[in-house]
């Protein structure tokens, strides 16, 4: 590959000790730590703080979507805990995006926009009155993030090709919903492989139960790790 792909780690995790647990079997020279809803909910700013004493890079991934104000609060609080990545959702508009951006004065700190979740499908697509296909979708929603100011944005692997052009160059894509192999009952309707990924341009992959329900998590990381980085 001609560029470094960065790996984060979603640790999606009830507790405490159970991320520890996890984290402590990774290597933070392989990648970095995805904190989500669950996680933070649980353990709040602790885990954050832990984390990073241990080395790792943060991706603070909660999404923020409300009221223009009260984005920006979210965000300068976020952005107090010396994480890496935040993000908030697209969908809340260039207004919400640029108070975000506003109240992120740290400019080591990407700001990230997340588009549709790779959840999605054409059928939530038309279950929320959205126009067009998800292509379309995903492209007007990375478009705005741009003109707003973002650093990037989430998305499906294979919503990238068609998004490229109409962003600037050192824009940065995330792509979620990364697997090995099929899991069973999965909810990822837009997934990818590692390899596939980096192909399609994504500059960091975040990776969950592939590597998280393995009883061996840092064997499995190395291994997708040197596969991107040879």
């Given amino acids: ?25 990774l290597s933070s020279y392989n990648c970095g730590i995805k904190i989500g809803k669950e996680l933070f909910t649980a353990c709040g700013p602790e885990i954050v703080h832990w984390v990073k004493k241990k080395g790792f890079k943060i991706f603070l991934d909660l999404k923020f ?3 223009p104000n ?3 609060k979210a965000c300068e609080a976020a952005s107090r805990l010396n994480i890496d990545i935040i993000n908030v959702h697209t969908l809340g508009g260039k207004e919400m995006m640029m108070a975000a951006k506003n109240a992120v004065s740290n400019t080591q700190i ?5 588009t549709l979740l790779t959840s999605h499908n054409q059928d939530f697509i038309k279950e929320i009155g959205l126009k067009g296909s998800i292509n379309d979708c995903v492209k007007s929603l990375a478009i ?6 973002l650093d990037g944005i989430v998305c499906a692997a294979p919503d990238i090709p068609n998004i490229r052009k109409y962003v600037p160059s050192n824009f940065i894509f995330i792509t979620p919903g990364i697997r090995l192999e099929k899991i069973r009952g999965d909810d990822q309707k837009r997934a990818a492989n590692p390899i ?4 399609f ?3 960091i992959l975040v990776i969950g139960r592939p590597i998280t329900g393995n009883p061996k998590p840092q064997e499995v990381l190395l291994k997708i790790y040197n596969q991107l980085n040879d």
């Fill in 144 to 149: 705005s993030a741009a003109e707003s100011g």
């Fill in 1 to 25: 590959m001609t560029r470094k792909t960065d790996i984060f780690i979603a640790i999606d995790t009830k507790s405490l000790d159970d991320a520890k647990k996890i984290i402590n079997q």
């Fill in 201 to 203: 341009g994504s500059d």
């Fill in 70 to 72: 009260t984005v920006m």
């Fill in 196 to 199: 596939d990924a980096v192909n």
């Fill in 110 to 114: 990407k700001l990230i926009g997340v």
């Fill in 65 to 67: 979507h409300d009221i």
